[in-house]
């Protein structure tokens, strides 16, 4: 099932289960990340011009430490080549994705 589309059927039992899992373990999911979007025309532009350098991209869970979103729940987007973090040209590693909105 790797490296391929799923079915919307696979998907939306995939979330529920998060979200049973979290609420099991005494999350308040109603204060908690369902899910982070980002805008298409940056994620594919940003995307677009890591490309080069990149063989794959991981998506990291991560937690906001401060600000509004303290304690919530996002999502990184790295890119990684050869099993590394992606570095560009100048042999500088390339900044990860983030600051998707969060939802609810």
């Not at 696979?10 to 908690?32: F, K, L, P, S, V």
Request: glycine share 8%; aromatic share 10%.
């Amino acid at each position: 099932m790797a490296n391929q589309p799923i079915s919307v059927v696979t998907a939306r039992e995939m979330i529920q289960e998060y979200i049973t899992y979290m609420t099991n373990h005494e999350i308040d999911m109603g204060a908690q990340t369902h899910n982070v979007g980002f805008g298409s025309a940056a994620l594919l532009q940003w995307m677009h011009d890591v490309e080069p350098y990149t063989d794959e991209f991981r998506i990291c869970m991560g937690v906001y430490n401060a600000g509004p979103y303290q304690g919530r729940i996002t999502t990184i987007i790295w890119p990684y080549n050869s099993g590394s973090p992606a570095i560009d040209e100048n042999e500088k590693e390339i900044e990860p994705f983030n600051e998707g909105d969060l939802e609810p």
